[in-house]
């Protein structure tokens, strides 16, 4: 049946039902896409950032590539990997990359037993810093006007539960699970990886969050990106596993859950700025 014949046995109605459906479709393809690269931060937080961002009024799609507990030495492997990614979503205008928890927590118990915990800090965003270049140099090499957005996660709370105390203990040795020595490290990595990558290229925008869940509950001084050292996040705002804001606000509470707060944060710090997102 020829598309002539066919459309004669088409209603009016038909026939602008089937246009509509064609031009939606056709515009849905056009529409901005955000791809998420790295570790569980991503993956969990993912489907929360999608939901901030409709609810004002973006039309970027968010598309989850993130793989829990990646460290950056997995991404680096091979460095074309994100841009594998990019090339199978041809509307990619931004990427988020969540990187450096996972090294932490695979580098730094064994290291802490035998050298100092500044020490060590440096060895490891020595490697971090290394691993992210060489992502972030094939992707500029094949995408000049790609814009990243990297920050440093949140401070954590090693004092929820039984195993985030141990997890506190055995992360950092040395500290004691005390968040006036662990908070510290988190700084650092904001401020030596994070903050120093974003000055190296002029497509990346590092965001410090730091103290985001804090100022939220009015936690001594915090605010964002600014933490109360001295204190932890609010507990009912992380995940029993300590590491990540919860990503399921609470029943019977108008109170959002933590990736909200975090991610309504990047929103006004970053996406409120952008105008190819609507």
Same mark, same amino acid.
């Given at each position: 049946?020829?598309? !002539?014949?066919?459309?004669?046995?088409?209603?009016?109605?038909?026939?602008?039902?089937?246009?509509?459906?064609?031009?939606?479709?056709?515009?849905? !393809?056009?529409?901005?896409?955000?791809?998420?690269?790295?570790?569980?931060?991503?993956?969990?937080?993912?489907?929360?950032?999608?939901?901030?961002?409709?609810?004002?009024?973006?039309?970027?799609?968010?598309?989850?590539?993130?793989?829990?507990?990646?460290?950056?030495?997995?991404?680096?492997?091979?460095?074309?990997?994100?841009?594998?990614?990019?090339?199978?979503?041809?509307?990619?205008?931004?990427?988020?990359?969540?990187?450096?928890?996972?090294?932490?927590?695979?580098?730094?118990? %064994?290291?802490?037993?035998?050298?100092?915990? !500044?020490?060590?800090?440096?060895?490891?965003?020595?490697?971090?810093?290394? %691993?992210?270049?060489?992502?972030?140099?094939?992707?500029?090499?094949?995408?000049?006007? $790609?814009?990243?957005?990297?920050?440093?996660?949140?401070?954590?709370?090693?004092?929820?539960?039984?195993?985030?105390?141990?997890?506190?203990?055995?992360?950092?040795?040395?500290?004691? !699970?005390?968040?006036?020595?662990?908070?510290?490290?988190?700084?650092?990595?904001?401020?030596?990886?994070?903050?120093?990558?974003?000055? $190296?290229?002029?497509?990346?925008?590092?965001?410090?969050?730091?103290?985001?869940?804090?100022?939220?509950?009015?936690?001594?001084?915090?605010?964002?990106?600014?933490?109360?050292?001295?204190?932890?996040?609010?507990?009912?705002?992380? $995940?029993?596993?300590?590491?990540?804001?919860?990503?399921?606000?609470?029943?019977?509470?108008?109170?959002?859950?933590?990736?909200?707060?975090?991610?309504? %944060?990047?929103?006004?710090?970053?996406?409120?700025?952008?105008?190819?997102?609507?």
């Amino acid at each position: 049946v020829s598309l !002539d014949s066919l459309t004669e046995l088409m209603s009016p109605l038909s026939l602008v039902l089937l246009l509509t459906a064609f031009v939606i479709a056709a515009y849905a !393809d056009q529409e901005p896409v955000l791809i998420i690269v790295g570790d569980s931060w991503g993956s969990f937080g993912g489907p929360v950032l999608q939901q901030v961002l409709k609810a004002h009024g973006s039309n970027l799609v968010v598309k989850d590539y993130a793989i829990g507990g990646t460290t950056s030495t997995f991404w680096a492997r091979d460095s074309d990997l994100v841009n594998i990614i990019v090339d199978d979503n041809p509307n990619t205008q931004y990427i988020w990359v969540s990187l450096g928890g996972n090294d932490v927590i695979d580098f730094m118990p %064994n290291c802490t037993l035998v050298l100092p915990l !500044d020490q060590c800090i440096d060895l490891l965003l020595t490697s971090v810093m290394n %691993n992210t270049q060489s992502i972030y140099d094939r992707i500029f090499a094949k995408h000049p006007s $790609m814009k990243i957005l990297q920050f440093g996660y949140d401070i954590m709370n090693f004092a929820k539960n039984a195993f985030c105390r141990t997890l506190g203990f055995e992360a950092l040795h040395g500290c004691d !699970d005390l968040a006036r020595c662990i908070n510290p490290q988190f700084v650092k990595i904001q401020q030596l990886y994070v903050d120093k990558i974003g000055e $190296m290229y002029e497509g990346v925008t590092a965001l410090n969050l730091l103290g985001s869940l804090q100022a939220y509950e009015g936690i001594g001084t915090a605010s964002i990106g600014n933490p109360d050292l001295d204190t932890w996040s609010p507990s009912d705002l992380m $995940m029993e596993n300590c590491i990540h804001p919860t990503n399921v606000a609470p029943e019977n509470s108008t109170k959002p859950c933590g990736f909200e707060i975090v991610f309504n %944060n990047v929103w006004n710090l970053y996406f409120a700025n952008q105008t190819d997102i609507y």
